[in-house]
């Protein structure tokens, strides 16, 4: 499986990454609600960063398609000075959103495809976009969860097996959820002078 995820850094595509989300998911500690991500958040928070840098080590596969995980493993590894890993690091993130970006445009036609309930936050973080509700929808394809934000705009993500699982029914309020404190974007520029989106 670890070949899905070399190939898709390798060359990065739409269809590299549907492939590698739906490796990740059939992984049997795969958990969409998002417990290694808030555990990380949580210790981030707190400046817990050696904490943080074992936990980001020992990453479970079923996280490696996540953003919100490589941008705490940079952050992780900047703090704990290993300069060469933060910068890994944050490449991973960057490709790993820009393979979420590839699964559609947010549109009710073309909702984006999610892998874990966070990668909604990390959409959003990077299109700087703030939550004014979020309900869920049927649609042809499945279930989606349309958030509008407050410039009025709807953002769609197809929730996909997330619908049928138990998970669903405690997904976050983004507005509330305090896993992503800061924008992505701006979290990317404080680990290092180079900005990345």
Same mark, same amino acid.
């Given at each position: 499986? !670890?070949?899905?995820?070399?190939?898709?850094?390798?060359? @990065?595509?739409?269809? %590299?990454?549907?492939?590698?989300?739906?490796?990740?998911?059939?992984?049997?500690?795969?958990?969409?609600?998002? #417990?290694?991500?808030?555990?990380?958040?949580? +210790?981030?928070?707190?400046?817990?960063?050696?904490?943080?840098?074992?936990?980001?080590?020992?990453?479970?596969?079923?996280?490696?398609?996540? @953003?919100?995980?490589?941008?705490?493993?940079? *952050?992780?590894?900047?703090?704990?000075?290993?300069?060469?890993? =933060?910068? /890994?690091?944050?490449?991973?993130?960057?490709? *790993?959103?820009?393979? /979420? +970006?590839?699964?559609?445009?947010?549109? =009710?036609?073309?909702?984006?495809? *999610?892998?874990?309930?966070?990668?909604?936050?990390?959409?959003?973080?990077?299109?700087? /976009?703030?939550?004014?509700?979020?309900?869920?929808?049927?649609?042809?394809?499945?279930?989606?969860?349309?958030?509008?934000?407050?410039?009025?705009?709807?953002?769609?993500?197809?929730? %996909?097996?997330?619908?049928?699982? #138990?998970? +669903?029914?405690?997904? @976050?309020?983004?507005? +509330?959820?305090?896993?992503?404190?800061? /924008?992505?974007?701006?979290?990317?520029?404080?680990?290092?002078?180079?900005? !990345?989106?």
């Amino acid at each position: 499986m !670890i070949d899905y995820y070399q190939a898709f850094l390798e060359a @990065p595509s739409r269809e %590299g990454f549907l492939k590698l989300q739906e490796e990740v998911k059939s992984e049997t500690d795969f958990c969409s609600a998002g #417990s290694f991500v808030n555990q990380l958040a949580d +210790l981030c928070q707190r400046g817990c960063y050696e904490q943080m840098f074992e936990q980001t080590e020992m990453m479970p596969f079923a996280w490696v398609a996540s @953003p919100s995980a490589h941008l705490y493993a940079s *952050i992780a590894a900047q703090q704990m000075g290993c300069e060469d890993d =933060a910068e /890994l690091e944050r490449f991973v993130t960057e490709s *790993i959103l820009q393979g /979420l +970006l590839e699964t559609g445009n947010g549109s =009710a036609d073309a909702p984006y495809q *999610i892998t874990y309930l966070s990668d909604r936050q990390d959409l959003l973080a990077y299109f700087s /976009l703030n939550v004014e509700q979020q309900r869920l929808v049927r649609s042809p394809s499945g279930m989606m969860d349309v958030v509008t934000t407050t410039t009025g705009d709807d953002l769609c993500f197809l929730l %996909g097996d997330l619908a049928a699982s #138990s998970q +669903l029914a405690d997904r @976050p309020n983004l507005r +509330l959820n305090v896993a992503h404190p800061r /924008l992505a974007s701006k979290r990317l520029a404080a680990c290092s002078p180079r900005r !990345i989106w």
